[in-house]
């Protein structure tokens, strides 16, 4: 384990960036999300993925000089095709089409196509929040996930995010995968070599596993819920919402259809649409009532569930949103952790294109 | 049990609805949305609920005549105040405001206050599909939740519902509870005196449990997830996000301090809203896409995973709304079978007001 700074880890991001052929203004969009992701502690969605768009890029999967444009539009929605582009780069041009949307027509809600991974769902839904919009981010992507009933991988982790502004408290930050547990809390338990809850994951046979190996061994993490009795078709159904509001929506890849983030693995020769999806929304919250109003309420709202009384064992009720910016803070002073694996990675990468860590 | 035919059990409610003062139209469409819960298997939220509306009625707190307007509005948005009406009409009127907006404007969001329970999620989110729309349908309610780590109840069940509509496919129907378990099936299992699976209730101490008497005892339903290992954090945001946009937006009461649906219970006597809150969404596929290719690419997006492998002992994989459906088609031929102390209940209520059952 390393510790970095922000700077130094978001100067080797942008210049990494500049050296696959981003513009400026996209290597230092996209350095700014993978770091955010770094910041909150969302380590699995952070610096530790650049080699991983890299490798896209040299397979021709992610063009980094994109044409991103509105194809399609009304009032309150419009229709974005990523070009190829790095998810980073889309979809915060994706959210800006609908933020602009909401101050003219209440609320905007933009579907895209044609794009890649794009970091954390958090980041996107938060642009929101400065102009007193709350902000949605939603995106699907690579099958790890079975339905309930099912033993094949047919949707991603497909996170849902949504962003509401507040008054003197914090802003709400909901930011979740739509399974039992993320793919990144997986990988950490495989690396200690210990056992996963029941409930997390199944075998490639469709039954109940606690390998912590099980996704990798042909099984598949198991929608929110885990089984039947704990509600998983509840968690089955989210993934579903986000992957047709990302993808059937917009003209992106669905399903099983959604190209695979490693590159070692080829998408679908068939596609039945282009790239993966995303979605974002925005509501200006005075399109309901006044804002200071609105915020007041929420300060009421998340003082009351944060002053409520605990269950044994436990200090405090979390508002969502409050571990991530507790951790920002901290690291913001006291740096960034990288895992050894992470640091030789990236100093390889670095090495290869003449950028220092 | 006894089994009832549709039409004798809409008069029924028809004429109820009539006697306790709501306007023909109302009547109607009152015992619509209440029996499509009935069809639909939601037995929780049908027939059975009908005297509890009369009790609120009786206290004076359902208003059966009410000026049900548009308070506040955008392009895309609305307010709606529901005068204290039953949510069963203050809903489909909402939902209509949203389509017409989504006509227009592409999309239509529609923040409710001032109203009362509103049957099933499922029905307003339906009332889009005809239109090529999609439906969303948020409602928050009677706190019986506890978030994660607290002993409060602070929640209610809050429901998320969204329709799809396909071509030669069913529609996607997902209708849910944002908790482990929905309050109905926990009743079935204290009728039958069995235990309820671990992760749906906790005690009145927030120890896990799985008396089946939990709730009635002081303890809370567990938001989706059950315990922070499986992810009830994210239950509790999304049952949290329903909150915040049905009642925060609106002006509406949230959080503990949503009325209670029993009429022996009181509700808060310094409320921070008017009555309780909805929130509906339409938004017409063709503001992204042609029709015809979102409705087509549906159809795939079902048969795709309808037909995928299934689990051992499982014998095919279900689409949202898929269970729902199938009980409706059963019903109509069939009827609506009601458990003795139901038809109790609608006897003494019938005779009390003069209608028969």
Same mark, same amino acid.
């Given at each position: 384990m390393s510790t970095f700074s922000y700077e130094q880890l978001y100067k080797f991001t942008h210049d990494m960036l500049l050296k696959i052929g981003c513009p400026e203004v996209h290597a230092q969009i996209g350095a700014d999300v993978l770091l955010s992701a770094d910041m909150r502690g969302v380590d699995s969605h952070g610096v530790a993925r650049l080699s991983g768009y890299v490798r896209l890029w040299e397979k021709g999967r992610i063009n980094t000089n994109p044409n991103i444009k509105v194809v399609h539009e009304t009032p309150s929605t419009a229709v974005v095709d990523g070009d190829k582009g790095l998810g980073l780069v889309v979809a915060p041009y994706a959210m800006n089409v609908a933020i602009e949307k909401a101050s003219k027509a209440g609320t905007g809600w933009v579907s895209v196509k044609n794009s890649n991974h794009y970091g954390i769902a958090g980041y996107h839904a938060m642009m929101a929040l400065e102009h007193d919009m709350i902000g949605i981010s939603l995106t699907n992507a690579s099958p790890l996930v079975s339905p309930t009933f099912s033993k094949e991988r047919l949707l991603g982790t497909n996170p849902i995010s949504v962003a509401i502004p507040a008054d003197q408290e914090p802003p709400f930050v909901a930011d979740m995968a739509t399974t039992t547990a993320a793919n990144g809390k997986l990988e950490i338990l495989q690396r200690k070599g210990e056992d996963a809850p029941q409930g997390w994951v199944q075998d490639k046979d469709g039954n109940s596993t606690t390998s912590s190996n099980g996704v990798k061994d042909g099984g598949a993490l198991l929608p929110l819920g885990g089984d039947r009795e704990h509600g998983s078709h509840k968690g089955y159904a989210l993934g579903s919402i986000v992957d047709i509001f990302s993808a059937v929506l917009s003209g992106a890849n669905y399903g099983p259809? $959604? /190209? /695979?983030? $490693?590159?070692f693995l080829e998408p679908d020769p068939n596609p039945v649409g282009e790239g993966i999806g995303h979605f974002f929304g925005a509501m200006r919250v005075d399109a309901f009532r006044p804002a200071n109003e609105f915020k007041s309420h929420m300060d009421n709202w998340i003082k009351r569930f944060r002053s409520a009384e605990t269950t044994p064992g436990n200090e405090k009720v979390l508002i969502p949103g409050d571990p991530e910016r507790e951790l920002e803070e901290y690291r913001k002073t006291n740096g960034i952790p990288l895992l050894d694996p992470v640091v030789k990675d990236l100093s390889e990468l670095g090495q290869r294109f003449g950028v220092k860590l």
């Open positions: 259809w $959604v /190209p /695979p983030f $490693v590159a």
